[in-house]
């Protein structure tokens, strides 16, 4: 088997892993949050620490449909989440994780705060949304709940998450695709 056909193998296989590994992750400490602190993970106001994992859109593209099948996977399994949720929910990690990956590489003194705000901005727009149809009360005080607890932990754990694993260089000791 020649070598680089090897390599493209090795790197398929580490992607694979990877993103089953982010996907386990989001879903069970979503679920242990869940249980130690329970109703922070779901409703208008939500605090999912979790979300602070969306930074590793940041370093690999595994993180997003890591990301985005570990969301789905909580939501299916957690019985908290509305109907929509399961593919709202889903599509709004996607996006972000998108969004985040193809402006990886935009920072403001090293900082990603562009990316940053992807998942702030489409959690708040779709989820609000969402939480309006459910339960009422006006759009925009949906959004804006959504906005501050999205905001909350991606701008705190997220940010903290993102220069540990730069300070270590993490993003290419184990996020390297090569």
């Known amino acids: 088997m020649p ?12 992607f694979l892993v990877q993103a089953a590994i982010i996907a386990a992750l989001y879903a069970v400490l979503t679920h242990l949050q869940n249980i130690l602190l329970p109703g922070l993970t ?13 930074v590793l859109a940041f370093f690999t593209p595994a993180a997003i449909p890591g990301l985005t099948l570990g969301c789905l996977v909580f939501n299916l399994t957690s019985g908290y989440a509305l109907p929509l949720d399961f593919l709202l929910g889903s599509l709004a990690s996607l996006l972000s994780a ?5 402006c990886r590489n935009i920072k403001i003194l090293k900082f990603p705060l562009l990316g940053m705000l992807f998942p702030v901005l489409f959690n708040a727009v779709i989820v609000g949304w969402e ?4 339960i009422g009360d006006a759009f925009h005080v949906n959004a804006l709940y959504v906005a501050a607890g999205e905001a909350a932990v991606i701008f705190t754990l997220g940010t903290v998450l993102y220069f540990a694993i730069k300070s270590r260089n993490l993003d290419k000791r184990i996020f390297s695709l090569t």
């Not at 998108?98 to 193809?102: F, I, Q, S, V």
């Not at 939480?131 to 459910?134: D, S």
């Open 131 to 134: 939480l309006t149809v459910y």
């Open 42 to 54: 779901s409703g208008a106001i939500q605090f999912r620490s979790t979300e602070a994992m969306c």
């Open 98 to 102: 998108l969004g985040m990956w193809y």
């Open 3 to 14: 070598i680089n056909c090897f390599m493209k193998r090795n790197s398929k296989i580490r």
